[in-house]
Nanobody, 128 residues
Framework: QVQLVESGGGLVQPGGSLRLSCAAS????????IGWFRQAPGKEREALLCISSTDSSTYYIDSVKGRFTISKDNAKKTVYLQMSSMKPEDTGTYYC?????????????????????WGQGAQVTVSS
């Protein structure tokens, strides 16, 4: 399975922006659907959005539409989560993961997203 490492977390003020990175180790991203998840304190991990092998985006929750975007650089084997107009409720640990079965269906994003391995995550705190 694809192993991914998140980075870029930190403290951001409400209304601010932050970009998270998700780097693949030893694997190309050309064939996989990659998803970003978030786990808020005391809540279950939830899928936010996914990027397909052909750079098509799928959103899984409405609260991040218009504020979060996903992109990737295949040459750098990195997926990005650009977050803007951030709110305190965006606080949590952010994870990226590859859908293990996506390579068998052309790297498309499924609903629901089936996560593979989890990394350590990136902590994001939105607070003034």
């Amino acid at each position: 399975q694809v192993q991914l490492v998140e980075s870029g977390g930190g403290l951001v003020q409400p209304g601010g922006s932050l970009r998270l990175s998700c780097a693949a180790s030893g694997w190309t991203l050309d064939y996989w659907a990659i998803g970003w998840f978030r786990q808020a304190p005391g809540k279950e991990r939830e899928a936010l959005l996914c990027i397909s092998s052909t750079d098509s985006s799928t959103y899984y929750i409405d609260s991040v539409k218009g504020r979060f975007t996903i992109s990737k650089d295949n040459a750098k084997k990195t997926v990005y989560l650009q977050m803007s107009s951030m709110k305190p409720e965006d606080t949590g640990t952010y994870y990226c993961t590859a859908d293990p079965a996506s390579a068998l269906r052309g790297g498309t994003c499924a609903t629901p997203f089936s996560p593979g391995r989890w990394g350590q995550g990136a902590q994001v705190t939105v607070s003034s």
